[in-house]
């Protein structure tokens, strides 16, 4: 009788890297259906509070885009445990801006929700008041997603990718894109909310196109590869993390 073999346990850092991947697609997974399909009724109808209203569709959109929020500041958290062997300051800085982008994303959800309870809740109230307010709130959610997804994503590239690249964790083609894609986010949201760009621009399309795949790639690599052999996963520490030893008086 044929014994079969024994799979091999998997080792607790590929069992980070694999969390971290599929949180990683989560947030894709999430977001854009959320912002191309389910939110669109509330974001393209200014008249949407007045009308009879996709509310199913938007809630779902809600929900999935607090999925996002949720997947996001997990991505940070899950692998900080590897992260801060690299460096503490970097992983910790990276679970921060994180834990901002999914409360901005949460702003934005509260607003559209919102904008569905006016809707239910204040029928016959005065049109123009009604429009004014609804539109006030999508303007909100608006600038959160310039800000959130946007600004923060970019801050996020510009942390992760440092210890991404550093540390030698995944192939540094990939942090490299989002260190060479974070700046160029960042400029382009910042004109955005001051009115100088707008997210259909050829401007914001080129500056989106690296962040979009360094994580989704980051996300890909993690799931399917895991951590590439580095100083990091061997225990190693590396020499601008130590803390330097006091020669004897």
Known sequence: MTVPARTAPMSR???????????????FAASIPAAFYFLDPVLSDPGYVLGPGADARVLVGGLLDMVNA?????????????????SETLAIGFITSRVLEAAIISVGVVSLLAVV???QDMAGADDASLTAVGAALVAVRD???DIGPGVMAGVNALLLG?????????????????????????????????????DTTVWSLVALAPIFLWELSLG???TFKGFRASPVTSGAVPSSDRTPELSPA
């Open 13 to 27: 850092d590929r069992r980070t890297a694999l969390l971290g991947g599929v949180l990683y697609l989560v947030t």
């Open 70 to 86: 949720f997947a996001c500041i997990g991505t940070a958290v899950v692998l900080f445990r590897v992260l801060k062997r690299q």
């Open 117 to 119: 309870s006016l809707r």
């Open 143 to 145: 600038l959160t997603f």
């Open 162 to 198: 440092t210890l991404m690249y550093r540390s030698g964790l995944v192939p540094r083609t990939i942090p490299l894109m989002g260190l060479v894609g974070a700046p160029l986010l960042i400029a382009a949201k910042v004109a955005t909310i001051f009115g100088v760009n707008d």
């Open 220 to 222: 890909l690599w993690l």
